[in-house]
């Protein structure tokens, strides 16, 4: 298989784009994703001051390599949550990208560790307050992020969030049809009165599998294994379905949540429903007298076509 | 040829030559929740696997918390 572009040998193919590249031509690609779905949902301006949440994982450490890259005032913030070795070896990560990469073009990257200020781990705390780890997990990520960004004057917060992220949440809430959730689910929210920063997801076009690839070919060292809480989540078991659709039918992750955005963006539809709309185009078949929108019904149509063949 | 999968970590010995699309099929794995990497080189779906290669076919997927989101 060889690029679509320059015709070297590809390192892979996107079967929703009908489309394949090398290495060079797939970071063009990535960075132009990311660029469209900036300048689309008005996310910040080149002189912006970004702050990025940081886990190592890949999603993350590769949009603060993008940002940087494209050459945004991008920091980042990583939570060290306590949870044993996964938090010791996604810490080792964070900082071995920051040292690395990050420094060298001029960011920072901010550390809370939760063991510091509450004395405990992420487990330890959320037993002690009887909450479930990951809720817990959510609130304290969610403050030390606008803390921060309050903190040091960060124009917008930006998380590593991935299409698939997305449509499995989309899905998630449209099957049960949360609605209320729904106006939450914009890749650009603005900045609230109540001392919210403005938060952002530049990574909301690509794809969880082309951010890995971008971070493989790219040589980003980021944490394979999972945060031990995140077994069974069933965000997992939606992203399984999504992925099986769009193994058979290429672009369905991107057409359910890209349309959903699309709708989102329009005006209030006319309040003429579909029926309605039929209702106004139809009158009686010339032949059969049937409702019809042509001249002659589509039935007698048929059974004129019927007779002349069979004559 | 050894296969290095993920979710338990483990190695298999698969004989080769094969399509890299084949060795999908016959582990029964979704290609858009995978990659496979040869040595440290990423490859498409068509490339030929030989005998000697060292391959990993590294899941791609996360979780994190269902309603919040805050994985990342
Ligand atoms: S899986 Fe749960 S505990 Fe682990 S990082 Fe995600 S939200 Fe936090
Ligand atoms: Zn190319
Ligand atoms: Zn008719």
């Not at chain 1, 949009?63 to 060290?80: E, F, G, Q, T």
């Amino acid at each position: 298989m060889n690029c679509t572009k320059c015709k070297i040998r590809a390192v892979i193919d996107l079967p929703r784009h009908n489309a394949a590249f090398c290495k060079g031509c797939f970071n063009v690609y990535v960075h132009d994703q990311v660029s469209r779905a900036i300048k689309s949902e008005k996310m910040f301006k080149k002189d912006d001051r970004i702050l990025v949440a940081v886990s190592g994982g890949k999603d993350s450490l590769a949009l603060w390599d993008i940002l940087l890259k494209m050459s945004y005032k991008a920091d980042a913030l990583y939570v060290d949550l306590g949870i044993g070795g996964y938090s010791e070896v996604s810490h080792a990560k964070v900082v071995q990208f920051a040292e690395t990469v990050a420094a060298p073009m001029g960011a920072v990257l901010h550390v809370h560790t939760v063991e510091q200020e509450a004395g405990a781990g992420i487990k330890e705390l959320a037993m002690l307050i009887h909450r479930p780890t990951c809720s817990t997990c959510g609130t304290i990520k969610r403050y030390q992020f606008n803390r921060v960004a309050l903190e040091h004057k960060y124009d917008v917060m930006a998380t590593g969030h991935n299409l698939d992220d997305e449509a499995a949440r989309l899905l998630g809430n449209v099957l049960r049809w949360q609605e209320e959730y729904l106006d939450k689910q914009s890749p650009s929210l603005p900045a609230s009165l109540d001392g919210f920063a403005k938060k952002v997801k530049p990574l909301f076009r690509l794809s969880e599998r082309e951010l890995a690839a971008y971070s493989v070919l790219n040589r980003i060292d980021y944490i394979v294994e999972e945060c031990p809480m995140a077994k069974g989540a069933r965000t997992l078991l939606y992203k399984e379905v999504l992925n099986r659709l769009e193994t058979e039918s290429p672009g369905t992750k991107q057409a359910f949540y890209c349309g959903f955005l699309d709708k989102q963006r329009k005006p209030e539809a006319s309040p003429t429903t579909m029926a309605e709309k039929d209702q106004a185009m139809l009158h009686p078949c010339s032949v059969c007298q049937q409702p019809t929108t042509a001249d002659v019904c589509s039935y007698c149509k048929m059974m004129a076509r019927a007779k002349t063949h069979s004559v | 040829m050894q296969v290095q999968l993920s979710h338990p970590a483990r190695t298999i010995e698969i004989k080769g030559p094969k399509k890299a699309k084949d060795l999908f099929k016959e582990l029964n794995l979704v290609v858009e929740a995978h990659l496979i990497i040869r040595g440290d080189e990423l490859v498409t779906e068509d490339e030929m696997l030989y005998d000697q290669d060292q391959i990993e076919i590294r899941p791609v997927i996360s979780g994190g918390s269902p309603r919040f989101m805050s994985h990342e």
